[in-house]
């Protein structure tokens, strides 16, 4: 049976080893904020689609 004994008073390495367990992963999620694009910033690709429709409606 193991001893508890307090993360303090654990060595670098096992504090380290624990640390490393208790940490979880983003499973494929990107830990990024996910926010909407702001409406007013200027958008290469939105103006190029919105040329591209302006010259199909003619």
Same mark, same amino acid.
């Given at each position: 049976?193991?001893?508890?004994? #307090?993360? %303090?008073?654990?060595?670098?390495?096992?504090? =380290? %080893?624990? $640390?490393?367990?208790?940490?979880?992963?983003?499973?494929?999620?990107? #830990? %990024?904020?996910?926010? #909407? #694009?702001e409406?007013?910033?200027? @958008?290469? =690709?939105? %103006?190029? /689609?919105? @040329? /591209? =429709?302006?010259? @199909?409606? $003619?």
């Amino acid at each position: 049976m193991k001893r508890f004994v #307090p993360i %303090e008073k654990m060595s670098k390495k096992k504090r =380290a %080893e624990y $640390y490393k367990k208790q940490r979880k992963d983003w499973g494929g999620l990107s #830990p %990024e904020t996910r926010r #909407p #694009p702001e409406k007013k910033l200027y @958008s290469r =690709a939105k %103006e190029k /689609a919105m @040329s /591209a =429709a302006q010259r @199909s409606d $003619y």
